[in-house]
């Protein structure tokens, strides 16, 4: 059964930095690009960032580039996230999730999400 | 970056009713389209890809059509466990992989 575990998430001021971590099971993690996705409180999905299954190409949305980081260890089944520079906006639960037959685009397995609550 | 606009934005419909959910791109995004379904404190569920394949394990009555901007997610007879929030996804011009904003789906 494939399973995907966020944590790290938590309260953090404006300005700080977090690490979200993603642990995944029941597949061969390193065939298979992974994505972080977000969510605002009552708000809709919106795409953070994806990396391919080597890790060699990572991708972000504006809306983080320079300030988010994408990272996996395919010999601890682990996908992350840094995240500095925090900002009010940056509020949201956030998801990993497994790209579809490996691709990067659609995305077939969803982790429950972790909490990110950025505020002074 | 494309902009998906999903109407209406809440749909009432009785239980075994039909359900038509709709999704515009503002370009063509060929067939590259997902569905997805979220329920209240859960994650998204993937429903459709390809514009109207459905996902593993998704059942008959729900299904996808469409392509370059105009898409319909239909749900033939409505069970009590489709009443969530349905999110399109275009992933032609990737990235981003944009969303629309949801429908919600909720009992007559």
């Known amino acids: 059964e494939v399973q995907l575990l966020e944590s790290g998430g938590g309260l953090v001021q404006p300005g700080g930095s977090l690490r979200l971590s993603c642990v995944a099971s029941?597949?061969?993690?390193?065939?298979?690009?992974m994505t972080w996705v977000r969510q605002a409180p009552g708000k809709g999905l919106e795409w953070v960032s994806s990396l391919t299954n080597s890790g060699g190409y990572t991708y972000y949305a504006d809306s983080v580039k320079g300030r988010f980081t994408i990272s996996r260890d395919n010999s601890k089944n682990t996908l992350y996230l840094q995240m500095n520079s925090l900002r009010a906006e940056d509020t949201a639960v956030y998801f990993c999730?497994?790209?579809?037959?490996?691709?990067?685009?659609?995305?077939?397995?969803w982790g429950k999400g972790t909490l990110v609550t950025v505020s002074s | 970056e494309i902009v998906m606009t999903q109407s209406p934005a809440t749909l009432s419909v009785s239980p075994g009713e039909r359900a038509t959910l709709s999704c515009r791109a503002s370009?063509?995004?060929?067939?590259?389209l997902a569905w997805y379904q979220q329920k209240p404190g859960q994650a998204p569920r993937l429903l459709i890809y390809g514009a109207s394949t459905r996902a593993t394990g998704i059942p008959a009555r729900l299904s996808g059509s469409g392509s370059g901007t105009e898409f319909t997610l239909t749900i033939s007879s409505l069970q009590s466990e489709d009443f969530a929030v349905y999110y399109c996804?275009?992933?032609?011009?990737?990235?981003?992989?944009?969303f629309g904003q949801g429908t919600k789906v909720v009992i007559k």
């Open positions: 370009q063509s995004v060929r067939s590259n």
């Open positions: 999730a497994r790209g579809l037959e490996g691709g990067a685009r659609v995305f077939d397995y």
């Open positions: 996804q275009q992933y032609n011009n990737w990235p981003p992989g944009t």
């Open positions: 029941g597949f061969t993690f390193s065939s298979y690009a």
